[in-house]
């Protein structure tokens, strides 16, 4: 059975501070789908999910909220900008393309699960092919020359096992696989799925022969016969349902191809690239290299700060699509305070735990953590407000010297106090045209 919505808002307080109606919204249209699957499955087609449009400034945790939510119900997961798909004739991406790359996802998941299950299997499969590298079966063996063999071979892999010929040097053939997108065009062009499909199969495959370590070796056959013991067909059918009823397709940055009602300019482009966007989010069938997938169940989350346009700027049609509306909070000085020590991965954990690989002990300070909140507040008050995204920077600037320094600090502790604090940044925040390249 799935997380419980209540169980999924918990999970996600732990990475991300506050933000509870958008929380809230996620795990609902998380658990939709799960009660979509308990029911009759002539019913369950028609049921449509229950697509996010999420309104809210840069850094306030749109993007996060969606990629831990994908994170935790284990769902294919893609964030693309709608910026970036225009219409036919214009430059840009085929919209289509998240499709193929949230299907590459799901694969990518799959092959892992499924790489797991055999992974046992595909181990003893490496032993046996180190074996016949370390002791090789000769030709016209006598039967007790064949028993002797035996003896021998498994007193080897007793010492396999045991990691005594780990630096043993073997040679191994492996397989190496040719892109053909980089033959017949440039890295990252769009190609068609069948016809990529289709020279892939045609090209033969190649082998590299080359001298190792047992231990490097057996890495690179694990993968190998694993991929063997896969069921192809198995991997890409179960591929194709994950992503068709649990993929997350994140649309960000949708308020920019909203129109403001004229016909002309780049308006044309917003429009047309919202034309192309409504048949995938109402419901389509896109053909990828591997197969049809139908976009009728997917879920998609669309965000945006709608700065200089609002939701309704948006086609009626596309509007509808998005059922579901959020507005998430802007951040005040508290919330910069209780993301810097609060989340699971929380700034001032992960470089506590950074520059202890050094063995220098930081510790920050309450009054510290106050203020690098002020001034992470000011400074988006008084520049381009990036939410929580500035307290990076900020964090960077206050232990810039303690990080380079802190290999030549072994077994030392530091406190980063409030005055440390003003003394990396009150020049910085003193002079408001340098503070816009610093900050």
């Known amino acids: 059975m799935e997380m419980t919505p209540r169980q999924i ?29 308990q029911l009759d499955p002539e019913v369950a087609a028609d049921v449509s999910p229950k697509n996010i449009l999420m309104i809210g400034p840069t850094g306030v945790g749109k993007t996060e909220i969606a990629r831990r939510l994908a994170a935790l119900v284990g769902s294919p997961f893609v964030k693309v900008e709608a910026t970036k798909f225009t219409e ?22 799959v092959r892992e699960e499924q790489t797991e299950a055999v992974k046992d299997a595909a181990a003893t499969r490496v032993e046996d092919r180190l074996l ?35 630096d043993r040097e073997v040679e191994v053939s492996v397989e190496r696989k040719t892109s053909v997108v980089g033959m017949f065009g440039p890295q990252g062009a769009e190609m068609d799925p069948e016809m990529q499909g289709m020279l892939e199969g045609m090209i033969p ?12 070796a057996r890495r690179v056959l694990q ?12 991997l890409t059918r179960q591929a194709i349902e994950r992503c068709e009823q649990t993929g997350i397709v994140f649309l960000d940055e949708i308020d920019k191809v909203a129109t403001s009602g004229k016909e002309s300019g780049p308006d044309v482009s917003r429009q047309g690239v ?12 896109v053909v990828t290299k591997h197969g049809p997938v139908k976009t009728d169940h997917i879920l998609f989350i669309a965000a945006g700060a709608f700065h200089q346009s609002k939701p309704s700027d ?22 910069f305070e209780r993301i810097l020590v609060e989340p699971r991965s929380a700034l001032t954990k992960q470089q506590t735990l950074l520059l202890g690989t050094e063995g220098l002990t930081v510790t920050f300070a309450d009054d510290a953590i106050t203020e690098m909140a002020k001034l992470a507040y000011d400074a988006n008050r008084r520049q381009q407000n990036i939410g929580a995204r500035r307290l990076y ?40 045209d340098l503070s816009k390249f610093v900050l």
């Open 314 to 335: 948006l086609m009626p049609e596309l509007q509808g699509r998005f059922p579901i509306r959020v507005e998430l909070d802007d951040l005040g000085v508290a919330d």
């Open 274 to 285: 919202q034309r192309d966007l409504l048949p995938i989010v109402e419901g389509s069938v």
């Open 9 to 37: 808002v918990d999970a996600l307080d732990t990475h991300i501070v506050g933000q509870h109606d958008a929380k809230r919204a996620v795990a609902v249209a998380v658990r939709n789908r799960w009660r979509r699957q």
């Open 88 to 109: 036919v004739g214009y430059h840009g991406r085929d919209v289509e393309a998240m499709i193929r790359d949230l299907l590459d996802v799901s694969i990518a998941l």
């Open 205 to 216: 495959k190649k082998r590299d022969t080359r001298r190792t370590t047992v231990g490097e």
């Open 132 to 166: 016949d590298q370390l002791l090789p079966k000769p030709s016209g063996f006598e039967e007790e020359e064949q028993a002797r063999w035996e003896r021998s071979r498994e007193k080897l892999r007793e010492q396999l096992r045991a990691g005594k010929l780990e």
């Open 393 to 432: 920077t900020i964090m960077e600037r206050v232990l810039e010297d303690v990080s380079f320094d802190a290999s030549d600090r072994e077994g030392e502790a530091f406190e980063v106090t409030a005055a440390f604090v003003r003394e990396r940044l009150d020049e910085v925040m003193a002079d408001e």
């Open 223 to 234: 993968s190998e016969e694993a991929e063997k013991l896969i069921d192809k067909d198995k």
